[in-house]
Each structure stands twice: as C-alpha cells, then as structure tokens.
C-alpha cells in the first residue's frame, strides 16, 4: 500500500474510533451529544455560489472531505456512495453527498464541476471549496485532519476521510463506513433515517 494512502487510512481508522467511542460514552443516542461535529461554514459550490451550513437542512447528507487530485481514497470513496445512492431506491431523492475541498490551492470552482461530473460519483453531489482559512475552519469543526505532504505542483494530502451523515436537521447523526459493500453502505443509511421517524 502507498504510503499516503496507509496514512490516510491510518487516519481514518483513528478518527473513526474517536467518533465511535464518542458515540458509545452518550449511549448512541441518535443526535449524539459529547464533542460537537460540524458548525457555521461560509463556502462556495462548485458553481460559484455561496453555500454555508444551512444547505445541510432538509435532506440526509454525507459529508466527505478531500481533494480532487486524490489518487485513490477520495475517487473511490465517492464512487463508493454512487454505487449505495443507487440502492436506496425511492429514499435516494432524500439523499446528497456534499464533498468539501482541503485543497483550495488547487481546487476551484471550476475544478471541483469537472471532477464531480464523472458518472461514477454521485448525482447531484455538491463539491465546496473557499480561502484556505475558511477550510480550516470547517476541518476543525468535523475533526478533520490534513497537512500537506510533498513539494512542487505535484503534492498530496494526508487527511482523515471519514463520511459523515447528517440529518435533515443538519446535526451529525453517524459515520458511514465506506468500507463496507455498497448494499451495506445503503443499509447504514437507511437505517438512520429509519431511527429517525
């Protein structure tokens, strides 16, 4: 394995344990209480327009940190929610994946509407991007870690990628576990938004 991607990896398994002891001390309460995850964001979207967290409310959404020029976490976990949003059926129209850039440098507006066209990511998946404090600020707010890794127009990022699913509230409910099949991925949605009826 890489050693950016075991890095990423290794991240994500310590930030995913970190959400789950957090969720197992408040008794997996589905709105779960303990450190906050997610906040205010003032952003822009993939076309330009200003998004701020208030764009959560309404719709089930997965939200997902990384960057465009990811060589293998983030293509493949986008495609991972494709092929799940695939499988929830008629629930699907209540579903949304929301990728928010840690690369501003790179990624624009412009760069995030071409990446997110593919056919192989989700449709209608809104990609945010903004000054590089702004992204700080959200990463601190998810407990997202990254730091640039290399030199030159060609560097990577170490980051954690864990997907977290937020209610139609806008408050953080799970993290999804993209390891798992697509079929599994759908389950953990949809059971979700079954607690919450």
């Not at 890489?2 to 309460?29: E, H, K, N």
């Not at 976990?77 to 949304?96: I, K």
């Not at 697509?182 to 949605?189: D, K, N």
């Amino acid at each position: 394995m890489p050693p950016a991607r075991r890095d990423a990896r290794r991240g994500t398994l310590c930030a995913l344990a970190a959400l789950l002891v957090t969720l197992a001390a408040c008794g997996a309460a589905p709105r779960a209480e303990g450190p906050r995850i997610g906040g205010p964001f003032a952003l822009v979207d993939q076309n330009g327009a200003p998004a701020t967290e208030a764009m959560l409310n309404g719709k089930w959404t997965a939200v997902f940190f990384g960057y465009t020029f990811c060589p293998d976490v983030c293509p493949t976990t986008l495609a991972t929610l494709a092929l799940a949003q695939s499988r929830l059926g008629e629930r699907a129209r209540d579903f949304r994946v929301v990728f928010i850039s840690l690369d501003p440098e790179r990624d624009t507006p412009g760069q995030l509407r071409t990446w997110l066209a593919s056919p192989a990511f989700p449709r209608g998946a809104v990609g945010l991007t903004g000054a590089p404090a702004r992204i700080a600020t959200v990463a601190r707010a998810y407990h997202v870690y990254y730091r640039k890794a290399g030199s030159g127009a060609g560097y990577s990022l170490d980051h954690t990628s864990v997907v977290y699913l937020m209610g139609p509230d806008g408050a953080f409910r799970r993290p999804i576990d993209v390891a798992e099949p697509p079929e599994r991925v759908a389950a953990q949605i949809t059971a979700a938004m079954d607690s919450a009826r």
